[in-house]
């Protein structure tokens, strides 16, 4: 035999994955109980210690470590539990004798006092299954009298190897009923029959968990979209009050983003677990009975509007997501465009500032210009008497009157040098026209 490259790490559980979960073969007559549960991620071990401890009393080995799935027979009882991503799912099985009536006695009446009670978490699913067998015209008169006088749904499966009826209510001991008539069913056949009810209504509880959460957000994004709606009139209106119309804009967007991060993984798996339901119900090949509803009809009027709901209001926080960011922008491209006016007046009054700084400055030239003549003619003047008293024939006052426009040209030649010794080191600064 020729060798192979190295495997995958994944390669065993990826190849073993479209067996798990396989259906339980049943026998007519069958009695069942399904139980659904969500449980927590820090209840896992003591879902699985909860588990062995039962095993122990029959003398049965538990579920291993890393085991996401078992079954074991157990006294006069089969147990298959399965966990799956958000709830734990724990099928019960018995047998049933032909003429014992559906309901009458649960399978779980087998199982030790108080044990199912005491699964960790809390059920979200719990339903009863009874499968007998029949021949013949369809039971559905028959069937009727076991679902307390309700509506029954129904319809013949597995293109017609049998009969499933229902009706989807929640009866005294807690726990929906499924009355599946065999007549031409294999063991595996009916064990997948059985198995796909129950996850309909498995999946059809877990799809509805979105509902509350969408009820509850109706009447909020009715408040966001009229303040919405306020708050862009305001910016149409362009009051001038940008600032507030902002910080307002921007607490709606917090409320919206709030809104999503609570509700869009639950939306999100609604839209998984209703593709489920549609799954399993187009799984089952309903074929209609006379004058009864299938499951399919059934499911089409009172379950899709539910998660209709539950989409159009995951929509709706979408959209009002994107209204908001839309609006803000908008009103931030006003804000800037009110800042950038502010900053041009602020730079116009300083440009206006550092002219009459320049004249003010030049005037202050002048002035040191005159002072700076007339403290030098000053010093002139008393070299010139000194000069005199030395014995030097001159005029101290003609000296003086002589060498004062000589000290004005240079001391307006030294000033002008000196500025613009200073505007050059510091660069071109222009002031306007």
């Not at 157990?74 to 018995?94: C, D, I, N, P, Q």
């Not at 299954?129 to 013949?156: I, M, Q, S």
């Amino acid at each position: 035999m020729s060798k192979l490259p190295p495997d995958h790490p994944d390669r065993s559980a990826l190849a073993d994955e479209i067996h798990a979960r396989p259906p339980e073969p049943l026998e007519a007559a069958s009695r069942l109980l399904y139980l659904a549960v969500l449980v927590d991620a820090e209840a896992r071990d003591s879902e699985r210690a909860h588990l062995e401890r039962l095993c122990e009393r029959f003398g049965a080995a538990g579920p291993g470590a890393g085991v996401t799935q078992f079954s074991a027979t157990l006294g006069g009882v089969r147990l298959k539990w399965e966990r799956h991503g958000e709830f734990s799912g724990y099928t019960v099985m018995a047998r049933s004798t032909a003429d014992a009536r559906p309901f009458a006695e649960p399978a779980s009446a087998l199982l030790p006092p108080h044990w199912l009670e005491s699964i960790p978490g809390v059920t979200i699913v719990a339903a009863h299954a009874h499968l007998v067998e029949a021949a013949g015209e369809p039971p559905a008169a028959d069937a009727a009298e076991h679902f307390g006088g309700n509506v029954v749904v129904g319809a013949a499966i597995g293109d017609g190897a049998g009969w499933a009826f229902t009706d989807f209510r929640t009866h005294a001991d807690g726990c929906t009923r499924f009355l599946v008539y065999g007549r031409s069913f294999t063991p595996r056949q009916a064990g997948r029959m059985v198995q796909r009810l129950f996850e309909i209504e498995a999946y059809r509880m877990l799809a509805l968990l979105a509902l509350p959460i969408a009820r509850r957000q109706s009447p909020r994004i009715v408040a966001i979209e009229g303040a919405l709606a306020e708050l862009t009139d305001g910016i149409a209106r362009g009051s001038g009050q940008e600032e507030p119309l902002l910080h307002d804009l921007t607490r709606l967007a917090a409320e919206v983003e709030s809104g999503l991060a609570a509700s869009q993984f639950r939306f999100g798996a609604t839209r998984a677990y209703a593709e489920l339901v549609w799954t399993r119900i187009d799984e089952l090949r309903e074929t209609r009975l006379e004058g009864i509803q299938t499951i399919q009809e059934f499911m089409a009027r009172r379950f899709a509007p539910a998660v209709n709901t539950c989409a159009i209001v995951s929509q709706r926080l979408h959209d009002l997501s994107e209204r908001v960011a839309q609006a803000s922008g908008l009103l931030a491209t006003r804000v800037g465009i009110a800042r950038e006016r502010q900053n041009q007046a602020l730079l116009a009054s300083m440009d206006r500032r550092a002219k009459l700084q320049l004249r003010l400055q030049q005037t202050v030239e002048g002035l040191s210009v005159a002072a700076i003549v007339y403290y030098v003619a000053g010093l002139v003047g008393y070299l010139a008497k000194g000069v005199k008293a030395a014995g030097l024939k001159i005029d101290p006052e003609i000296v003086v009157g002589a060498a004062i426009p000589l000290i004005a040209l240079g001391a307006y030649r030294v000033i002008r040098r000196a500025r613009g010794h200073l505007a050059h080191s510091e660069g071109p600064v222009s002031l306007g026209d």
